[in-house]
Each structure stands twice: as C-alpha cells, then as structure tokens.
C-alpha cells in the first residue's frame, strides 16, 4: 500500500503550536509523509518532519498578493451602505481595510475576494503549496481554509479542516468587531467547510455550534487537544502554594481580573503567569500588579518550549484558568491549557464553563470558578487547602492516562485515512436539532 501524504497549513509558527504540532506527530507516526507550511520564528526544537516557513515563499512570482487597493469608491460606497443599514454611521473612521471587510455586509459574494487580499502570508501559503504534492490538504483555523480549498480544487484532492475556535464568535463581547471583523470570517468559513471531507474542532459543543451556524450535514468531529502522555510522580504540596497560568499571554483572558484577585488570596498561594506576551502587555500587567499591591506575589516568567510545556508545569500546585463566559467561544472553550496542567499533575481551578466543567466534575480535578470577577476567583483559590489539592493532583495523574493525544487521536488519524484513500469522510450524521442563538 503507497505511502499517504499530508500538507498541513496553519497560520501559526508549527514547531510551538501544541495542536498542529501534534497532527503531524500522530500522522507521522502513523506512517505519513508529512509537510507543513507555517510562520517563521519557532523556539521549539524542529519536529520529526518537515516544515516549510513562509519566508521560502519570497520571490516566488505567485507567491505575491495583487495590488487589489482597498479604498476604491465603490468599497467605501458599499462600507458605507452598511453603516446606515445597522445604524452604525458613527463607525465612519473605519479605516480603507476595514472598510474592504464591512462591505461583504452588503455584498456576500465578495467575501472570498476580500480574504485574499487581506494578508500576503496567504499567498506565500498558496506558492508553497503548489509546489508539494500531496493526498490530503489540511487547513487549521478559518484563516487556512481558503487555502487549502484552493490547492486541493487545483490538485483535485481532498481536505480536511480543523478549526482550534469557534472563530464567528471569537470576540464577540466586542460590538465593533461584531460589525466589522465577524461577517467576513462567517462567510469564509461558510464558503467552503461544507466540500471538507472531514471537519473537526477541539470540543463537542463547539462541534454541535459549528453545525448549527453553517447548516451541515454532519457534526464535526470532536478532537479535544490532549497532550502526549508523560508519566510524572506525584508530588505533595509544599508550604507555599505555586498557582499557574501558561499559554498565550494577552487581553480576553481573564489575566487581570486574576492578578487583582490574588490580594484576597490566603498568604500561603502566589501566581506565575508565563507565555508570549508583548511588551506593551506585559507593561500593563506590571502596572496592574503594582496597583494592587501584589509586587512578589505575582511573577510574570518568560515562555517555555512548547515541548518542555508540562514538564515545566509540573514544578506547580494549581493550575488556573479564570475564562470569562461572554461568548459561545468562551463558553465552549476546551484549551490546550486544561489538559496540559492534567497531565502535569496539577490540581485545576477553571472557570464553570460547560466543557471544562463537566471534565473537572467527571474526574475530580479541582475546583470550579463561578463567574470572573476578582472576588470570585479569589474565593475559589480560597476553598482549596493543601489535602485538597494533593486529591486533586492524584486525579489529575490518573485521568492524564485518558486525556492524552495517544487516545484522542486515533479518530483523527482514522478520518483523514478513510478520506485520502477513499474519499470517504467517517464523520456521525446529525440529529436534525438546531442550536438556538
């Protein structure tokens, strides 16, 4: 039987992205030739398998996005109409790009045209792509759909898309972006995820909301995003408590209202928050520990290799997540986070969210935060004391054993499998019911 080949294509720098670094892993691994093309800039030490950064894309002559000019009068025209349609004449500094974006309001077709001249790195993508030869495309999030859709019409191949968000309503707290920014990733995604032989996203409510917003026949696969199984000793707390937040370091996470909340936290517990943070980021938390009076309770350390994410997290007591739930996306949030403190042995204390919950509630891994504010994750940290968290701890160690890649993506390698050779997708068909709202 021939060797099977995949292209994965993520907007991302693949060597420290856990998710799509794990794809190639288990495909690989698998018995694939795997290549993908991704951003430049990796920290983490290269996988097993190749990886093509965008920056090879230079110079190629397809490789360069048309001078499409954004503010043309029949754009701002358009832009313009819809202003006045949703009463929204105030927004009327909108820049020549957005208004390119605000224009698919008025005018649908024009979506997938205003994808294409959004960012270059999609063009690069699409150089690069032409030159590999593959059975499968595989597109990570809607900003790579586009992309693969095209390479695999022009090769007259499948491809599969994996969605990490639920990106119609990944701001949705945020009218502005609502207005400007959400319609034309509805109507990409929309355009072409119903001709993906196999669809799969991070959770099953946002699997079951996919279906619904685009009307699909079947309900994208849930692939939650475990990490490879490591076997780490449990490890007893000591006299002070370590809580850690790791992952992406920026705005809508729930940072600051934490770093607030730990001056109502018992003496014994302090905070590290680590990850990629900006500077100008990273200069508004520090003001925000220094106003309220937490200066050496709160640590902000720089990220680790993505590859070195547990074994880091393992030195911990508690892992923290105080997600807002303003969003369907937030709401139906299943984070790389989650899984990698389980795996690290770490007690968890996460926002009472539905598909986090319900995973702390079947295996006893912590504590749940009952809303977002200071006051309330203060009083969740709180609640735990040492006997606690080392229950919690021994849990987190024996569900590790469940929630790892090695379980979770076997389906996954499954799926693409039957859709290369066959092209057939194993996806379950729908029950018909519709998500409101």
């Known amino acids: 039987m021939a060797q099977l080949r995949v292209g994965i294509v993520s907007q991302s720098v693949i060597a420290d992205d856990p ?49 499409t000019g954004y503010a043309t009068r029949g754009v701002r025209a358009l832009a313009i109409r819809a202003l006045a349609r949703a009463g929204q004449l105030k ?24 994808y294409w001249t959004m960012n270059s790195i999609f063009w690069h993508f699409l150089a690069l792509g032409r030159r590999e030869k593959v059975d499968l495309w595989l597109g990570n999030d809607w900003t790579s759909l586009p992309v693969v859709a095209r390479l695999s019409r022009e090769a007259g191949i499948p491809y599969a898309y994996d969605t990490h968000e639920l990106c119609a309503e990944e701001f949705y707290e945020d009218k502005r972006w609502r207005f400007v920014q959400k319609p034309v990733r509805v109507l990409t995604e929309g355009a072409f995820i119903r001709d993906a032989g196999v669809v799969s996203t991070v959770s099953p409510k946002i699997a079951e909301r996919l279906a619904a917003i685009h009307s699909l026949d079947r309900t994208p696969l849930s692939i939650r995003s475990t990490p490879t199984y490591q076997e780490h000793p449990f490890r007893p707390t000591g006299e002070r408590i370590r809580v850690l937040y790791h992952g992406a370091v920026w705005q809508h996470r729930g940072l600051e209202a934490c770093i607030r909340s730990v001056a109502a936290w018992r003496s014994e517990f302090d905070l590290t928050i680590r990850g990629p943070i900006s500077d100008a980021y990273r200069a508004e938390l520090e003001q ?17 290799p993505m590859t070195e994410l547990v074994r880091e997290a393992s030195r911990f007591d508690v892992g923290i997540f105080a997600l807002p739930g303003h969003s369907n996306h937030n709401r139906y949030a299943l984070p790389n986070k ?34 977002a504010s200071s006051t309330e994750i203060a009083a969740a940290i709180n609640c735990l004391d040492r006997e606690t968290i080392d229950k919690a701890k021994q849990n987190a160690l024996l569900a590790a054993r469940e929630l790892c890649w090695e379980e979770e993506s076997r389906k996954m390698v499954s799926a693409y499998e039957a859709l290369a050779r066959d092209g057939v997708a194993r996806m379950p068909a729908r029950d018909g019911a519709a998500l409101v709202g």
């Not at 605000?102 to 005018?107: A, N």
């Not at 403190?341 to 919950?357: F, I, Q, R, T, W």
């Open 19 to 67: 998710r799509v670094r794990r794809q190639g892993d288990a495909l690989a691994k698998a018995g694939w030739d795997v290549v993908a093309l991704g951003m430049d800039g990796a920290t983490s030490a290269a996988p097993d398998w190749r990886v093509v950064p965008s920056s090879v894309a230079h110079g190629m002559p397809d490789a360069t996005m048309p001078d």
């Open 288 to 304: 925000e520990i220094e106003r309220s009076g937490v200066v050496g309770r709160v640590t902000l350390a720089p990220a680790v």
């Open 91 to 114: 927004l009327l500094s909108l820049s020549p790009y957005e208004q390119s974006l605000v224009s698919v309001r008025i005018d649908p077709k024009r979506a997938e045209t205003v």
């Open 338 to 371: 989650f899984f990698e403190y389980a795996m690290a042995g770490l007690a968890l204390c996460v926002s009472d969210l539905p598909e986090m919950a319900s995973l702390v509630n079947r295996y006893r891994l912590g504590t749940l935060i009952r809303g």
